[in-house]
């Protein structure tokens, strides 16, 4: 039997059947991730195993220097070959790292490879791969339509003129690829240089002159707008924690002003800048009927010197332990007296808070939709396995399991759909296990309808999209303006 077989991590008869009947075949739909929206439009046709698996993929660069591979094998100098042969030389010291699983998952999936990866076979699957990404059915296009992807959701700036989404939209693809609007640059007044630049870059894509606070924040307004005309229903927040130290529109103002004369703000004028705005993001968010991300807990760019020589995503971030409770708390709370709360989906890095953020959902569900507050599903170093199944947990534990939108891939790689597979391996093996012990019912309609849901459908209802389903998009009414 190959490693990777029909009932690979389904542990009981229980969650085999349930994941063959409810889970398999369900489509997918892909509300985060880091793909590219160029990739996806000029339907990029891949020249070798590398290009497609390794040339950004942080995840195995980490594994590598761990292994003690040289860098000119990671992001290096070495052709594709020998830096994939560094690679497949790697996988065999990946046991019990997830990266084992997800290998050999991805080279089943795409190119019906049953072989393991080792310094053995490289050569052979080597060949065996490339020969098949030649092929239509592996070109970024045929991937979405071979693993079923009803939407795929972007990691947009404001300032992107969504071109590639729009020459997609227009290819007739059955796929939805859609944008998200991320404004992290927008925030980083304690850094004048590039929020500067990147200021101006805002004011030309918003044809507005942004010499006041006000200005700038029109500008971004208009950008909410602009997105929202292309079919964007999300916006995306990356923080180490959520800031809550709220301030006057004056005060914001006078930070803003400071900043665009080339003077850093201080920590705590960064604090009180970033929670003054992202008010304002969670106002727009509202008003529009979008549904917030916030990703929080990263600790990033530790090694300096690799920084500067690599640049930032080069696989040197890192779980950090930032006090999360009070300050994310106090952040929802806000929003919900004014009225002004979105659909939000939280994730969380550290383990540590995974308790803490399922219970904080259940403080703001306010009755109008199911799970209105999302407690987000195991992200980047907890989107493994363990991972997966101590977020299930928790929110089971804590919430409505039923009522979770399930799984992501984060990923800047188009090898990554199978990541939905695993999720539902492990989602239905957890099930399975409760079931075999007594501890729920084995009850395969009451059952089979909670995998589906969380396989597909809490996302498509949850999310809404126009055009995505027959669902009409949720709308919030009655937002308040903030107070100046």
Known sequence: MPFIHE???LGTKTARELYHKFAADEPVFDYHCHISPKDIAENRQFKNLFEIWLEGDHYKWRAMRSNGVAEKYCTGAATPLEKFQAWAATVPHTLRNPLYHWTHLELTRYFG???????TTAEKIWKTANDKLAKPELTTQGILRKFKVKVVCTTDDPVDDLGYHRAFAASGHPTRM????RPDKALTVNQPEGFNRWVDQLGKSANVDI?????FLTALQKRHEFFHAQGCRLSDHGMNHCFADFVSESTAAAIFAKARKG???SAQEHVQFASN???YFGQLDAQAGWTKQLHLGALRSNNTRLLKQLGPDTGFDSIGDFPQTQTLAAYLDRLDSENSLPKTIIYNLNPADNYAFATMIGNFQDGTIPGKIQYGSGWWFLDQKEGMEWQMNALSNLGLLSRFIGMITDSRSFMSYPRHEYFRRTLCNLIGRDVENGELPKDEKLLGS?????SFTNAKNYLAFPGVGDDAPAKITGVKKRNK
């Open 7 to 9: 009932n690979f991590l």
């Open 113 to 119: 490879i049953s072989q393991l990866l080792d310094e």
């Open 178 to 181: 859609l944008p998200a609007f």
């Open 450 to 454: 909670m995998i589906r849901n969380i």
């Open 211 to 215: 010499n006041s606070y006000a200005a």
């Open 277 to 279: 705005l992202m008010l």
């Open 263 to 265: 003077q850093a703000a």
